[in-house]
């Protein structure tokens, strides 16, 4: 919406521009046409002329009444450039046509059009300036010149001036439009740097805060877990004794999840990486998540190979099914595969299919920025931002998209060699 705003705001002040410049047009006409008439005694066709004139000031004043209300499209801005070349052709045609030297101002018509217009709408101002050009070499009113200024220009000599516009008129837009793209992809690149470094910066944040709560919770964890220990030991019955079970496996999962988040923030935490196989470290995964029976695990792979388990990446899997449950799936397919480009590269995929209620809209024109969720709750959305961040770390990327039959579909992309244990070593 924003940037939508942006270019409506830009073609109003482009139209602005184009106003500006045609008062200033009026005038340099009007002091030529009197300089010409009275002072170099050449007669011209005054009332028509200045009847032109006084319908470009008309349409200045008109534009300068509405533009201020309503937003600028490319088809106004392309319409006023044809009035201007329309009564450009007015006034050459009353003042000598192709002999007149000021025919040379279709030109500046072609490049005020190769930066203001579309690219289809320049290449038209090329073809109408050119066709107006080629029609004044024929159709116009001479002018009765004294002896000192007549002069005779032969039919090639025409012909050569028509074919140099037209030539100065497509090389000029065939390389501003491209020059204008250009800067425009530059622009976008140079924003996409800006917010990508915004983003780094929040993880930033997030990181410190993450890592300053982990360590906080360390030590109550520590306690609850030798205290359950110490229960376990003198509850007599069963049912006591698996319900503190229970509640030890939890508070194990909680401390390996805070160790995760010291992992990810660049804290050592004493455990070395793990050497596994993607088979195993997906479906570790799977096995470690609060309620396994709710994943079915799709095997696509033709072979297994060997990596070390990234935190990073095991944290982001481990969000993506938590989201899915939230979103209210009763179940969760994760598919494996391994699959390779034309060069032989390797790329893991993971994708995740739910039943749930799938992704509004609105979030999946934003999927990867912070806070950018359907939950209502504080905090909500940093999942997928976090997912999408460790996978743009690892070299990868995530997709996701609703499934026509319902739910949600996301995969993720990771370069094998990002996890290879010869890229680790």
């Not at 002329?49 to 201020?68: C, E, K």
């Not at 030798?226 to 509640?247: I, K, N, Q, S, T």
């Not at 939230?326 to 993971?350: C, H, K, P, Q």
Request: with cysteine.
């Amino acid at each position: 919406m924003t940037a939508f705003a942006g270019r409506e705001d830009a073609a109003r002040r482009n139209l602005l521009l184009l106003v500006l410049l045609r008062w200033l047009a009026v005038g340099g006409q009007l002091a030529t046409i009197l300089l010409v008439e009275f002072v170099l005694d050449i007669r011209l066709p005054l009332f028509p002329m200045l009847a032109t004139l006084g319908g470009l000031v008309a349409l200045n004043l008109l534009q300068l009444a509405s533009v201020r209300f309503r937003s600028v499209s490319n088809g106004e801005l392309l319409g006023a450039l044809l009035i201007d070349v329309a009564a450009l052709t007015v006034q050459l045609a009353l003042s000598g046509g192709a002999t007149n030297p000021f025919i040379t101002l279709f030109l500046l018509q072609v490049v005020l059009g190769a930066v203001l217009l579309e690219a289809w709408s320049s290449w038209l101002l090329v073809a109408v300036t050119s066709a107006a050009f080629a029609l004044l070499t024929v159709v116009h009113h001479p002018l009765p010149l004294q002896p000192g200024f007549v002069s005779h220009l032969s039919v090639a000599y025409k012909a050569g001036s028509w074919f140099s516009f037209v030539l100065a008129a497509v090389l000029v837009v065939a390389f501003v439009t491209r020059i204008a793209r250009n800067l425009r992809e530059r622009d976008a690149h140079l924003a996409t740097m800006r917010q990508r470094a915004t983003e780094q910066e929040h993880i930033v944040r997030i990181g410190l805060l993450a890592s300053g709560a982990a360590h906080e919770l360390g030590t109550p964890l520590a306690t609850l877990s030798v205290a359950l220990g110490d229960w376990r030991r003198e509850a007599h019955d069963p049912a006591l004794a698996a319900e503190v079970a229970e509640m030890e496996a939890e508070v194990a999962r909680c401390k390996e999840i805070l160790a995760g988040i010291l992992f990810a923030a660049g804290e050592v935490t004493g455990e070395a990486p793990a050497r596994t196989t993607l088979r195993r470290f997906v479906g570790g995964i799977v096995e470690r998540w609060g309620r396994p029976e709710l994943v079915a695990l799709v095997d696509g792979l033709a072979t297994d190979p060997p990596i070390v388990a990234d935190r990073a990446l095991a944290q982001t899997l481990i969000n993506l099914l938590d989201n899915a449950i939230e979103a209210g799936a009763s179940g969760v397919t994760l598919l494996l595969e391994l699959v390779r480009d034309a060069a032989g590269e390797a790329d893991i995929l993971i994708t995740a299919r739910d039943d749930g209620r799938g992704f509004p809209p609105a979030f999946l024109e934003t999927i990867g920025r912070p806070y950018q969720s359907s939950k209502e709750r504080r905090g909500a959305g940093l999942g997928l931002f976090l997912a999408a961040n460790v996978l743009r770390t690892l070299g990868g990327a995530l997709e996701a998209r609703n499934d026509p039959h319902g739910g949600a579909l996301v995969t993720l992309r990771i370069p094998l060699a990002a996890l290879a244990l010869e890229e680790r070593r």
